[in-house]
């Protein structure tokens, strides 16, 4: 039995159920607004009139942004894994067959909620989007980043430590330290490597210039700032 189920189509059922409830709105009053208005009263026709034109923009507007027609994803979490169904031929991966998270968070303003985007790699190459269309998706990405990281972070540092590069989307981490577009920031000038406000970071000393790459194209963005904790502490150098 999976752990728990996080299906997209919840929100196009709802969507439907939306529709169907407008457009029956719309069938009472359209014909109630006419008959109002040949019986001369007319203020309660208009009236009858205007809230159906504002349920039908609605109805127009919840099918313009459900997207009934696509197929949308449903995830089954396991203890050991996952299965991606919805979108096609439904497929089951062990956390073992997952190579790379790609993490994107967009905020709307300043308040506004930030809306989620997970895109799951597997081995093989195929993607699997997990995004705010599937409720909750937020406990769902971090879930796959944990199980994620935790398999890839100690294969990376096991190559590292025998004088190998790991390439993590534009860094490349290895025995001399991190380099991003052929510049390199030496392990004893770095201060810091961190990811927040969507961007992955990592902060030199000495007047050495930083490297900044967005996290939504650094996929393992959360391994590599792991990765590279182990590595420096490995050199007996800690970044914080």
Request: aromatic share 6%; proline share 5%; glycine share 10%.
């Amino acid at each position: 039995m999976p752990v728990r189920v996080f299906d997209a189509r919840i929100g196009r059922r709802r969507a439907v159920a939306w529709l169907v409830l407008l457009g029956l709105a719309v069938l009472v009053l359209a014909p109630a607004s006419v008959l109002y208005l040949r019986a001369g009263r007319f203020w309660i026709g208009v009236l009858a009139a205007s809230v159906g034109i504002a349920y039908l923009a609605v109805g127009v507007r919840i099918l313009v942004r459900a997207g009934l027609r696509e197929h949308r994803p449903v995830v089954y979490l396991f203890g050991g894994g996952l299965v991606y169904a919805g979108t096609g031929r439904a497929v089951a991966y062990r956390w073992d067959d997952l190579s790379a998270v790609t993490v994107a968070g967009v905020r709307s303003g300043q308040r506004g909620r930030t809306r989620w985007r997970f895109t799951v790699t597997a081995e093989g190459g195929r993607d699997l989007p997990m995004d705010d269309r599937l409720p909750d998706v937020r406990r769902l990405g971090d879930v796959v980043v944990a199980e994620v990281t935790a398999r890839v972070v100690p294969r990376l540092a096991a190559t590292v430590r025998s004088g190998g590069t790991a390439r993590l989307g534009a860094f490349e981490i290895g025995p001399d330290g991190i380099a991003k577009d052929d510049r390199l920031v030496p392990w004893p000038a770095i201060r810091d490597v961190s990811m927040a406000n969507g961007l992955v970071r990592v902060d030199a000393a000495g007047g050495v210039q930083e490297l900044i790459a967005l996290a939504a194209h650094t996929p393992n963005a959360v391994a590599l700032v792991e990765l590279c904790a182990r590595v420096a502490v490995a050199r007996d150098r800690p970044v914080r």
